[in-house]
């Protein structure tokens, strides 16, 4: 594949007509989402999209330790903890 660069050697990729964009292999590399079916998560900021590899994190704090799942929901140990002596 042929990478086309801007002024400031940024890779320039164009959309397919279904939306699509093919990320480089070195950057999927760099982000070890070289794996198929590899999450992204999606972002808008005023004009720019930023995509950021997928970690999951607890619902109520965000960490990603100790994490279990329940109704498709992921908490960590700490929170049931939190919520076990709410009751």
Sequence with gaps: YKYVYDS???IVRSI???GRIVLPMETRKL??????????????DNDMVIL???????????SAD???EY??????QNC???MENLL
């Design 8 to 10: 400031v050697g940024n």
């Design 16 to 18: 397919d007509k279904m």
């Design 31 to 44: 982000l070890s989402l070289t794996e198929e079916g590899s999450a992204v998560e999606i972002y808008t």
């Design 52 to 62: 950021k590899k997928y970690t999951p994190a607890c619902l109520f704090c965000n």
């Design 66 to 68: 100790d994490l279990i």
């Design 71 to 76: 109704h498709g929901v992921r908490i960590c």
């Design 80 to 82: 049931v903890k939190e």
